[in-house]
Structure formats: structure tokens, C-alpha cells
């Protein structure tokens, strides 16, 4: 290719790049501006008991017999970390999402994605209709989206590098964002099998010959299952020794379910065939 060829086409390519980032900032500067008056708005049960779970710091309450053990400690630590660095819920809520998203769209870039439609992609999230309602309550799902776009970027660029280094660095990343999902919402198996699909996919992509595929791709996929997994026993063995439960929170405790299963089986006696229903149209 003749040198003037080269320039011109070394010049366009940082001129892209430059709209690009230019186009990503735009967003987000956007998007912080339509939500420089937005609160978090507390539910009656669920933020309180998350927000004292947070101000009690989880496993030292002032008090033990009130300790809070309902749910899981994901969210109350993200809580605490947003206070200790004395920023708004709310802020924090949107910093937290805009950087798992900008993370999403370089892995992308990764998969020979154009820079256009990656910048749409980051459009569509950043200005879903979701983040203007769920990033205004004290909910895991404020911080749930966030952490399942890190980890698919994780696995994506887990999968795309080259490096065996990096291989394992961004798997070990891979595993405490999985280990944390874990730990804030309930759907573990969920999330799990979705981590599991994905990683299929990248890894089997233009792979002709399958088993040697996922032969090579087994260590890397093992290292963020079995972190997920010790961060999960750590936490429940933190609950166990602190706070006398020997799971994530009450709900997860086999005690609680077969309780309630039991609950669920008593006979009343009565016929549901003797209940009046309502009909409620849209």
C-alpha cells in the first residue's frame, strides 16, 4: 500500500475513533442531565430493611436479636461502599451502570462489531426506559443489570484475548463479578446457565473442529465457576459465624423452605372450588 494510502487511512480511522468517544460522552453527559434532580423513592419494606442492613454493616449490629438476615448481602455492601465514598444512591446507581455498559460496548468492539452500531447499542441502554424507574428504588435490580453487562464483557474479552495472561486475569474478573451476582440476587441457576450459554457461543464461534474447541476452553471456563463458588461459601459461612445463619439469607436457608413447604401442605379443609375470583380486564 503506497505511504500516502497508509496516512489517509491511519488519519480516518483516529478521526472514527474520535467521534466515537465523542459520541459516548455525549450520552452520558446527556443522560446525567436528565437525572441531576432524580431520588431514590423507598418501598415500605424492602429499602428500609436493605438500607439498615447497610448502616448496621451486615455482620456487626448493634443489637444481634434485630440483626436484619432477610436478604441477601450484595446490595447492602454496594450500599455501603456508595456512602463510605459519599456519593448519592441514586449516582451511584447511574455510575455503576454507565461503566458496566462502556465496558459491554469494548467488548464488542472486540467482536469486529462497527463502531456505529456499538454506539447505538450504548444509546439503547443508556436511555432505556428501566433505568429511569429502576435506578430510583433501593433494589438489587439497580445493581443486578450492571453486574450481569460486566460479565458478559468479561467473558467476551476472556474468550477474544490471545495472551493466556490475560486469558486468566479477565476469567479471575469474571469470577468475582459471578460471585458477587451470586450473592445479590436469588436466581444463582439462572445466571448461571446464561454465563454458560454465552461462553458456548463465543468459544465454539468459527470453530471448526468442536471437542478440541471446548477442550482448550475448559480451564478458563472452570476458573470463574469455582471463584463464583468460593465467594458464595465465604459469605455464607460469614452469615453462619456472625449472625447464626448457615445460608445467604433466611429465604435460602433450607430450615426456612421446608417450613414453608410444610406450611403449604396443611389442609384447611376447604374447597377452592367454593372461592368467588374477579375477573380484572387490562
Known sequence: M????LLTRIFCEDINKLFFACGILSIIIIK????????????????????????QN????????????????GYPIFIMVSNFLNFYLR?????FYTLSNILLVFSFRLLKIPRYIC?????ILTFHITTFLWFNTILTETIAISLYHILLALTVITV???NLARKLIFSVLGGLCLGIIFITRPEQIVFFLSYLVVFVILVLRNRMNIARA?????????????ISLLITTVFTLLNAFFLELP???????????ETFSQIQSIDDGQNIDDFEFVNINR
Not at 446525567?32 to 448502616?55: K, Q
Open 160 to 162: 477474544m484475548s490471545e
Open 58 to 73: 451486615i455482620w456487626f449490629p448493634t443489637n444481634k436479636a434485630k440483626a436484619i438476615i432477610d436478604y441477601m448481602p
Open 119 to 123: 454506539l447505538v447499542i450504548f444509546a
Open 2 to 5: 503506497p505511504k500516502k494510502q
Open 91 to 95: 449516582i451511584s446507581h447511574e455510575i
Open 32 to 55: 446525567f442531565f436528565l437525572i441531576r434532580n432524580s431520588e431514590v423513592l423507598g418501598h415500605p419494606r424492602d429499602s428500609l430493611l436493605y438500607t439498615l442492613m447497610a448502616d
Open 214 to 226: 471446548i477442550r482448550e476452553a475448559l480451564p478458563i471456563c472452570i476458573i470463574p465457576i469455582a
Open 247 to 257: 445460608a445467604l439469607s433466611i429465604s435460602n436457608s433450607s430450615a426456612f423452605k
